[in-house]
């Protein structure tokens, strides 16, 4: 039998080649696309991030009283998105999350 009539039989080097680098770069994506869930906020913490939704959204502050780690404090979430809380709870002003000392 000649080369012309068996046909193919597998794949060709290019073939291959295109078919990993299509599965690498969905992998890369997927990759990227993934996050890890945060912690969960604890005590009082979402009570916060809920405030500060609330104010951003109505465009005026929006004042709680909240338990954190066994305090009852005050704090106010501004329309700008920042909030104003006691510095002993080491939360960032812009974000609401648990700042890095």
Known sequence: M????RGRAGVTLVEL?????L????????G???????APASDGRDAIMQARHQALESG??????VTIDGQSVSVAA????????PS????????????HE
């Open 60 to 65: 005026a502050a929006v004042r709680i009283q």
């Open 32 to 38: 990227l696309a993934w996050r890890p869930s945060p």
């Open 78 to 85: 501004l329309p700008d998105g920042s909030i104003i809380a």
């Open 17 to 21: 080649m295109v078919v990993l680098m």
């Open 88 to 99: 002993g709870l080491h939360l960032d002003r812009l974000t609401a999350m648990q700042a």
């Open 2 to 5: 000649s080369a012309i009539s």
């Open 23 to 30: 599965l690498g770069l969905m992998a890369g994506v997927v």
